[in-house]
């Protein structure tokens, strides 16, 4: 199971990449969570409308904290294009700890996966940048 939440109520959903998005998981720990389709959306672009331009900033960071009460791994994923995804090495996030995840040098940042030990894994937007 996951889910995603904002931390306000209007809402939408229309740029789901911002402070206050959630990821949260109580899947298995042999069990990835794709947060780039449950609670971050598509990660490759920071627009800050709706009727924004197409031309958006690439996102360079995302800083993450862990709200769950275990300790979760996280993974980047990213690569040069469309198509192209290579995995970073898993980052380990230890409760109420904040952590910055970036895509790799010229690269496009697609989807971080979340997983852990404890019955209910949790990651929040703090900023993107």
Sequence with gaps: MGTSSARDGGDTGGDPVRAGRTC???????????????????LRHVCPTSDAPRRCSTTTQVRVRNTGPSTVYVTVIDGPRQGERQQGPEREIAPAHTADLRPGQGNLLFDLTLRGAGPVKSLTVVSVR
């Design 24 to 42: 949260r998981s109580a899947l298995p720990a042999d069990e990835e969570l794709s947060c780039g389709t449950y609670g971050f959306g598509d």
